[in-house]
């Protein structure tokens, strides 16, 4: 067994435990009958949160892996370079919407937090189309 691909599949998949964590807690967030209790909001947050983590994490470990099995990270460009940007940016925004919407949820009216969690969302949409241009262009 190769070990850099076992590498690269076992981040892909914490990758794509992300990808769904900040896409269906988004979801949940913005449109079942989380949104109107408290408790399960909270926990909503933190899984979406946590998920843009693991984005973030995992997708810094797939440089990591190419750098370390080869010297250098791995050639992009054009679409490619644009995408991954992207992704960055949306799990930048992510991040930053989620913990705002950890710390102040409780102060926020439900319009405010309904357009938190509609945010959440598009950010995890565009990642997620991002990631196939990134996939196929690279």
Request: proline share 1%; with cysteine; glycine share 10%.
């Amino acid at each position: 067994m190769n070990t850099q691909d076992l590498a690269y599949a076992l981040t892909q998949v914490v990758h794509n435990f992300g990808a769904v964590a900040v896409t269906a807690g988004a979801a949940g967030g913005r449109w079942t009958q989380a949104a109107t209790e408290p408790k399960r909001q909270r926990r909503l947050q933190w899984l979406v949160l946590g998920g843009w983590v693991a984005q973030i994490l995992s997708g810094a470990t797939f440089g990591g892996i190419s750098y370390a099995s080869f010297g250098q990270f791995p050639e992009i460009h054009g679409i490619a370079v644009a995408a991954l940007r992207l992704k960055i940016t949306c799990a930048v925004a992510g991040v930053s919407v989620s913990t705002l919407l950890l710390a102040r949820a409780r102060a926020w009216n439900e319009t405010q937090r309904s357009h938190a969690w509609s945010a959440l969302l598009g950010f995890a949409a565009i990642a997620l189309c991002a990631a196939a241009f990134l996939r196929w262009f690279s």
